[in-house]
């Protein structure tokens, strides 16, 4: 069976094919999350942190595909389900035992919704790494407006101690600073 650091050497080999350039540093910023949350974090979750968004490195398929921004969460289900296929078949030929395989695909699966204490520490994670790293570029992408959607739904999600680790992010960008503030 592959180890741990073989799986996250051939993740890292695959996410900068996105159209995201930021792809691989939001995997590893998910990952330091993760392990703050949770430092005993097993070998499924680190996987699930980092390959949670690989369908964007496969398929090339981002959220400016996405016309109306009501259908979100249609959006991020099946982007959940791409990922959770694709990881799946990765370590299906790497190997990996199927407990293992099961546990990743299904935090992969619910890391845009949670529900369960392990698939909510991904998807705190997910969102911390976003306040701390994304903005800046979601904003050139997406403009103004949508980057309010955006910092809304993210902080939206997250657990009262996550929105509390959000407030401790130092924005040194001042338009980021006050999206920030007026969105939350
Ligand atoms: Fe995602």
């Known amino acids: 069976m592959a180890s741990f650091d073989f799986i996250q050497k051939e993740i890292y080999s695959i996410l900068p094919e996105s159209p995201l350039d930021f792809e691989l540093m939001h995997a590893q910023l998910v990952l330091k999350w993760v392990l703050k949350l949770k430092p005993d974090a097993d070998e499924a979750l680190k996987i699930a942190a980092l390959a949670r968004d690989i369908d964007r490195a496969i ?24 990922s959770a296929n694709f990881i799946a078949e990765l370590l299906v030929k790497h190997g990996c035992q199927e407990e293992i395989i099961k546990k990743v695909k299904d935090l992969v699966e619910k890391h845009e919704v949670g ?24 904003l050139k992408r997406n403009g103004e407006e949508r980057t309010r959607e955006k910092i809304k739904f993210m ?16 924005f040194s960008d001042s338009q980021i600073a006050s999206l920030v503030k007026e969105s939350l």
Request: avoid cysteine; glycine fraction near 4%; charged fraction near 35%.
């Open 155 to 170: 902080f939206s999600r997250l657990s009262d101690d996550a929105k509390k680790l959000v407030k401790q992010i130092n």
């Open 115 to 138: 529900g369960d204490s392990e698939s909510d520490i991904l998807m705190n994670a997910d969102s911390l790494a976003y306040f701390e790293y994304n903005i800046p570029s979601y």
């Open 59 to 82: 398929t090339g398929i981002t959220e400016k595909d996405l016309s109306d921004y009501s259908k979100i969460n249609e959006f991020k289900k099946e982007h959940s389900v791409r």
